[in-house]
């Protein structure tokens, strides 16, 4: 399978970005508009800044715009809401429901590592 895909890797890639960083932004929106089903929180509290880099940082992601940076911001934004918001409700993330805070906080920490790629505006 590796050498059917191997020819398509940059582009794979480039979609991983794209589609983590708009999924990302979506999470932004909620808190900063209460869009999709959000809550609006006030911008100068925790969550009103996790949206600021939720959207603006999910955005810049997807472009591949400073995306090294700003992934790397992203990911310890997601390390921070993991051990704040679900470690103290019990040690595995599958039990405490922060699943996808582990899961952005690898996938932004390897988006860091990569960098932009493919379609992206640098």
């Known amino acids: 399978m590796q050498s059917l895909l191997a020819p398509y ?14 999924l990302f932004a979506q999470h932004g929106v909620q ?8 809550t609006q929180m006030p ?9 600021i880099v939720e959207a603006v940082g999910g955005l ?3 472009l591949g715009l400073f995306t090294s940076p700003v992934a790397f911001i992203a990911s310890g934004q997601m390390a921070v809401a993991y051990f704040q918001s679900h470690l ?17 906080c690898f996938l932004f920490l390897y988006i860091a590592s990569r960098g932009s790629g493919k379609w992206s505006v640098r």
């Open 60 to 62: 810049a992601v997807a």
């Open 88 to 104: 103290p409700r019990g040690f595995w993330p599958i039990q405490n429901g922060g699943e996808l805070a582990v899961l952005n």
């Open 9 to 22: 890797t940059p582009y794979l890639y480039a979609l991983l970005r794209i589609v983590a960083g708009l």
């Open 31 to 38: 808190k900063l508009f209460g869009w999709l089903g959000g």
């Open 43 to 51: 911008l100068a509290s925790q969550m009103g800044v996790a949206g």
